[in-house]
Structures are given as C-alpha cells and as structure tokens.
C-alpha cells in the first residue's frame, strides 16, 4: 500500500490529473495512508481466489482482505493483447471503513471505490 498514489479526481466519468494541486494530492494520500487504510498497521491488501474462463472473459472468485477485514469479491476481466482488463466497484463500508467527511461535512465521499486494472496476462491465460 506504500505505493498507493493520487492522480487526480474523476469529472463526467474521466480522469482530471490537473484538477488537484500537488499539496490537496499530497493531504489525500497522507489520509488515505494514516487514516483510511492504515497502513502502519496493514502494509498490505490480500487478494486470494480461483480464476475461471468464462466465454471470452476470466472471473476470479476471491477473498479481498482490507485492514485485516476479509470479504468475498467476484472480479470479472477480459483478455485483450496479452493483458487482463476490467475493473471492480468496492463499497469500504463492507471492510469497516466509512466514508470520508471533512469540513464538518462539506466534503463527503460516496461509499464506492472503482478499481480498474490492467495488468499482464501471463502464460495459460488465452
């Protein structure tokens, strides 16, 4: 989780990477780190599970542990030019994390994450 970063915030469904500047990026990410997944005391997400071919897409049936909390996912991806790519809706809540409020409530997160992922397919994986 040390590697987590901010690259800005989402607008109408796109990334705006200007739209924060380097200290708002830099308060988010000390949140996140400190208080939100604190990782002083869990360094790590872990995500465990069985992938499955399914027509032209993968499932994976996992176990997503969060702040030593674990929860049942199904992620689905599809390969496409020797990677996987998809992406998860997470609700925190589910992992003991409320939603994030500042500014006595003039700043509140909606309690969903989207994870998207692009990574290397690997050998077996066709």
């Known amino acids: ?15 705006k990477p200007n739209a924060l500047s380097r200290r708002e990026k830099a308060d988010i990410l000390s949140t996140m780190r400190s208080k939100v997944l604190q990782i002083s005391e869990y360094p790590a997400v872990v995500l465990q599970g069985t992938l ?29 030019e020797g990677r996987l790519r998809g992406q998860v809706e997470l609700v ?20 969903r994450v989207t994870v998207v992922f692009d990574i290397p397919a690997g050998p077996g994986l066709d």
């Open 92 to 111: 925190p809540s589910r992992w003991g994390i409320t939603p994030y409020r500042a500014l006595l409530g003039a700043i509140q997160l909606q309690d």
């Open 52 to 80: 499955t071919a399914i027509s032209e897409h993968w499932r994976l049936d996992a176990t997503l542990q969060i702040r030593g909390v674990k929860q049942p996912v199904e992620i689905l991806a599809r390969r496409s």
């Open 1 to 15: 989780l040390a590697s987590i970063d901010v690259d800005g915030i989402i607008r109408r469904g796109a990334l």
